[in-house]
């Protein structure tokens, strides 16, 4: 909604009696609510309008429609003007009122404010996730940067119930409803720049957690090359998905950034010759020239349904956000064998440990070992920053992890921490990637049901595990070697490190 509603947003909400601006202007009123509010309202607005009555849930539904971009974008705009510093987060905590009056049409303003100051606070630090989380004495704000959480703000705990509240109404979430988790979703635009805000709220001890993941539109239009792979890997990759078939996945843990690399590759396919289409949950990133289908659950729309539904829209590419159950693997099976080619992804922690998982959802070696092209796997480190990183020697242990023999040396690099990178000593992050590529050797060990080990060992026999990889990046001073072990450790205990 365009125009501004003069009914402060906790007025509306406490008293039960908000204003629909536009042409005809109507008092939207909750039943049961105060009417001496209507007075007040009136005074507020200016002047009498038509009355509604509305029942709870309708009248809530109301708000939310109202209120969901009330103040938000001139107050991000104005927030991202500043230098986003703490001294400034810190101001915007200040100004929040002890006590509100919600009589006063600008009492939301506060919070309002906060919550841009904290969103714009977010984007400068290339945050990927805000969490909001409420305890007995505080609510704690932390920001995800790098791939690792750290607590920006402590607020007081009176102020979680109308933060929560601005944040449900800006993603059009019920605000009525506290007892079951939710999500929305909302879009912004600081300094020109699109991003997607994903909501999601989860009922805890001491109220709703909230977490916002931040997406920039930016991210869907990587190419290939600016992902951070190694040229054979890079080269693996662009040949699997160059194929007019066959299934190519990628594997990892949550915020790997698998959708990323899916993304890059169907920006590589996306030249206008071929149908792409993608079933999603949600669909992260929208990307033009390509179709894009949203899971919803609660009405049978899920990855299976989607996934049989677009095979009957004559595709050529297929991206099916994740594959999680037997029905959906099997699908995607058949769609690659009657000429179709796949991409997914799937929860593991290695390549081959993809091939394990598909056969535990019960789809035969002998179709997987037909269909199979190639797989990846990927993790992110964090990058080392440029102006305070520090070159050593590495020491006999770290000789021992880089695998070099008795003699060899090395030159790493250490963390330190500076102005530019905050004090972290981390600024970015990089991929690390694996490749497997099903050959005919590969095929026949799968169509065998070998063992991971045996599979691991014939995909990597000339090619870089994460490991690795990661090994590599350290030894170029692009990541520090206590972060290689953090994200690949166990992948370097299987490789017998």
């Known amino acids: 909604m365009n125009e501004r509603t003069p009914i402060a947003y906790s007025f509306a909400k406490e008293r039960g009696i908000a204003l629909q601006p536009g042409e005809r202007p109507v008092f939207v009123m909750r039943e049961g609510a105060d009417p001496l509010a209507l007075v007040e309202a009136r005074r507020v607005a200016g002047g009498g309008f038509p009355l509604e009555l509305r029942d709870a849930k309708s009248y ?86 790098d791939g690792v959480l750290q607590e920006t703000v402590s607020l007081s705990p009176r102020v979680a119930p109308p933060l929560v509240s601005r944040i449900k109404v800006m993603a059009r979430l019920d605000i009525a409803e506290k007892r079951i988790p939710q999500d929305g979703r909302l879009t912004l635009t600081l300094g020109g720049k699109g991003i997607d805000v994903r909501v999601s709220t989860l009922p805890s001890r001491y109220g709703e957690r909230v977490v916002l993941r931040l997406l920039d539109k930016e991210s869907a239009r990587f190419s290939l090359d600016q992902l951070g792979m190694a040229p054979q890997a890079l080269a693996d990759f662009r040949k699997a998905i160059s194929q007019p078939n066959g299934i190519v996945l990628v594997t990892g843990p949550t915020g790997a950034g698998k959708t990323t690399t899916l993304y890059a590759g169907l920006n590589l396919l996306n030249d206008q010759t071929r149908n792409i289409l993608t079933v999603e949950d949600p669909v992260e990133y929208a990307v033009p020239g390509v179709g894009q289908t949203q899971v919803n659950t609660k009405v049978g729309m899920t990855f299976a349904a989607g996934l049989r539904a677009i095979l009957r829209q004559d595709p050529d590419v297929v991206m099916v956000g994740e594959i999680r159950d037997r029905e959906t693997a099997e699908i995607a099976v058949q769609a690659s064998l009657t000429g179709h080619l796949v991409l997914s992804t799937v929860h593991t922690n290695s390549a081959v440990a993809a091939i394990a998982r598909l056969r535990d959802m019960g789809v035969e070696s002998y179709l997987l070992a037909s269909t199979l092209s190639a797989i990846v796997a990927q993790r992110l480190v964090r990058k080392l920053c440029d102006h305070c990183k520090q070159p050593h020697e590495a020491d006999e242990a770290e000789r021992e992890l880089l695998g070099l023999a008795a003699g060899q040396s090395a030159i790493l690099h250490r963390p330190v921490g500076c102005d530019s990178c905050k004090g972290l000593g981390f600024s970015g992050r990089r ?11 590969l095929r026949t060990l799968i169509h065998d049901d070998a063992r991971e080990t045996d599979l691991a060992r014939h995909a990597f026999k000339t090619r870089d595990t994460l490991y690795e990889a990661g090994i590599a990046l350290a030894l170029e001073g692009v990541t520090s070697l206590a972060e290689v072990l953090r994200v690949c450790r166990e992948e370097g205990e299987r490789a017998g490190v």
């Not at 400034?88 to 506060?110: G, N, Q, V, W, Y």
């Not at 991929?431 to 050797?441: C, F, K, Q, S, T």
């Open 60 to 145: 809530d539904r109301a708000l939310s429609e109202l209120y969901s971009f009330d103040g938000l974008g001139a107050g991000l705009e104005e927030a991202g003007e500043q230098d986003g510093t703490g001294e400034s987060l810190s101001r915007l905590i200040d100004e929040i009122p002890k006590t509100e009056d919600l009589l006063d049409s600008a009492s939301d303003a506060p919070i309002i404010r906060l919550i841009n100051g904290l969103i714009a606070e977010a984007v400068r630090l290339s945050a990927s996730d805000i969490h909001v989380e409420p305890f007995e004495d505080r609510v704690s704000v932390r920001f995800r940067v």
């Open 431 to 441: 991929g690390v990637y694996e490749v497997a590529v099903v050959d005919e050797g």
